[in-house]
């Protein structure tokens, strides 16, 4: 299994930056990609961001230049990976969920329990 704990969230202001924690625990050999969603209530979680273990990223044209994922070397028994959000907007005002996805055994997707993020006007 792999344990996701995030943080990091809390209120800005419209155009200020927040950075978002991720800390990945137990079988985090088996990891090919982090990801981080939002979802806002009555909408369906959006993918904000993708890294994958080779240090790839990905993200959404609608985020590009605004939003950045990427992750720092640790012990080897943690992975953590930040999204670093700029010039944020109200519109991104949503829960930000980290996610794990990887084979062990079969495929797998794990989920932390969500930050919230608020941007005020």
């Known amino acids: 299994q792999v344990q996701l704990v995030e943080s990091g969230g809390g209120l800005v202001q419209a155009g200020g930056s927040l950075r978002l924690s991720c800390v990945a625990s137990?079988?985090?050999?088996?990891?090919?990609?982090m990801n981080w969603y939002r979802q806002v209530p009555g909408k369906q979680r959006e993918l904000v961001a993708t890294?994958?273990?080779?240090?790839?990223?990905?993200?959404?044209d609608s985020l590009k230049g605004r939003f950045t994922i990427y992750t720092i070397s640790g012990d080897n028994a943690k992975k953590t990976v930040y999204l670093q959000m700029e010039s944020l907007k109200p519109e991104d005002t949503a829960l930000y969920y980290c996610?794990?996805?990887?084979?062990?055994?079969?495929?797998?997707?794990?989920w932390g329990q969500g930050t919230q993020v608020t941007v005020s006007s």
């Open positions: 890294i994958t273990t080779n240090g790839s990223t990905n993200y959404p």
């Open positions: 137990g079988m985090i050999f088996s990891i090919n990609a």
């Open positions: 996610n794990a996805k990887g084979y062990l055994y079969g495929l797998f997707s794990y």
